[in-house]
């Protein structure tokens, strides 16, 4: 933008959306997880996040700001986990007849 001939500069904001509702990223990583065991699945885990947190820190959120990120991540991750073992409603209504 000109005025006068001087440059007007906008601040730039950058918004980043939540961790926890990145569905590729929150699917990827469940399915990972299901792939691996032991250490090597904690080894990713923790590689994972670290990357996660590494992220938002450069973008400049706060401490408290990338910890409930983290944690709301980790509960989508443990939620799709968990919907990769539930029964379809077509094993279950087969399964009753």
């Known amino acids: 933008m000109h005025s006068d001939g001087f440059?007007?500069?906008?601040?730039?904001?950058?918004i980043n959306f939540p961790l926890a509702h990145r569905r590729y990223l929150v699917r990827s990583a469940a399915c990972r997880l299901d792939q691996l065991n032991g250490q090597a699945a904690t080894d990713f885990w923790k590689t994972l996040c670290s990357r996660l947190k590494?992220?938002?820190f450069e973008t400049g959120h706060s401490y408290e700001d990338v910890r409930r990120e983290i944690l709301a991540f980790q509960a989508e991750v443990h939620r799709e986990l968990l919907l990769l073992y539930e029964p379809?409603?077509?094993?279950?209504?087969v399964a009753a007849t």
């Open 7 to 14: 440059v007007l500069r906008a601040t730039e904001t950058i």
């Open 54 to 56: 590494a992220e938002l």
């Open 88 to 93: 379809v409603c077509n094993e279950l209504s």
